[in-house]
């Protein structure tokens, strides 16, 4: 057994204190839902030795203040700026700097993990992710934690999404781990590979103030299917709390694959039938998969649910006009909506994968540069932009594919000492039941990690449907 560190925290701070105040968050940022997103972050260490604990921590804590030095919103605080709007913007303490916690937790193992895959139920959240872990008056943009396990690390970090989205998180784990490599090898990163001011850059956000009406943009067009919603509602306010106690009564979470032959024939099976049709893309296809195999563990034709919908998470910072930087830090996200009947989601797939698909390829196509625009004019006029991005959710899926973050994790390299990343896991509060997580996998084709009721999950678990496609990780 190795040597056991103190349980700790302390405050880092940037080499140069930053100016006490305040600064504004964008239109995309102030729709966003408020809630804290978990990343963790496994790596392997052979020697447990306490000198090589120390020193792997102070690689992070400079690596983390070099860090602060780049992107110093991550040292701010969401605060409240107008409480009629439910507005917010950032707030910069006397001391502005990120909480970084140690702790050891020698009981979990990490060639046990790896044997099984390193599994969700095996990284509880009282141990592996630091407060806070909800939305407050005064939450931090980020947290970190380094917990020590036998023969390992698992690095966490809570990222605020009301200031960044996953894809932004990916550029605080590049910069972050540039600089901890930095460190480990007794040099500073050169100007040319820091993050630049043109990366913060999110001046093309702004439109001017519309009154567009709500209801013109298909993500908030209004649905007749109202029977799940207040059931939705409880879900979210437990996850923008940070309250996984309760989201545990209400959601399981199930983790699956598909391997790449199966995602072959998944191709294959979702291919235009007519010359008239559009070939799509391997994400719309499988977000068609979830989205009516999901409806058939509902029930909805049973239920009388007329209509159903997926929402996909766009990363629009290309369709911007002019584009953003792609490692641009704060939120570019907008909802695609496809809706279907319940009766086409539920028939075969042979006879509707293709044109579900098509449903979900569509409408992301919506989503011109001059309507995200106009959407970011909207939001400024909109009497309460808290959580606005989402629309009543009744018995609907949202999809999410953040494989920049997913690339990013991947590729980073932390120095001698902790070389790279083995394992990614999200522990998240999914804020609807029908939450969908879709990531390359280290093993070839795609993991889907999706939360639902208890109920759903055990038809999903029965679905021989689902079943030949996908195969459940632990």
Known sequence: MGSILKASKELVTPSTPLIPGYSPLTPLDQYMV???????????????SLSLKKTILNNLKQGLSRTIDDMPAIAAYVVTDSEVQESIRLKYDNDAGVWFHTKDVSHVDYDSLKRRSFPFTALPVEDFVPEPRGHSSKAPVLTAQAAFIQGGLVLTFNGHHAAMDAQGLGTFVQVWARHVAAVSQGRVVASEHRLGLDSLDGSSIYAPVMRRPWAEFPTFWQSNDRTYEAAQKEVMDAAMSGNFSKLATLLRLTNWIIDED???????????????????TDNAALSALIWMHLSRARGLVKRHVGTSSLFTAINCRRRMNPPLAPNYPGNCIVLARATATSTELEASESQSLHGIAQLVADSLDWWAPDEIWSLTGAIQAHPNVRNALVPPMDYDVVVTSPSRLADSLSAATWGEELGGITAIRFAFPAWIDGFAVVL?????????????????????LADEGWCRWVRQLE
């Open 34 to 48: 408020r809630v804290i997103l978990p990343v963790l972050c496994v790596f392997e260490i052979k020697d447990s």
């Open 262 to 280: 199966k995602l072959h024939q998944l191709r294959q099976q979702a291919s235009p039938q007519s010359k008239s049709e559009s070939a799509v």
């Open 440 to 460: 390359p996998s280290v093993q070839g084709g795609f993991e889907i990690t999706l939360w639902t009721s208890p109920d759903t999950a055990n038809r999903l």
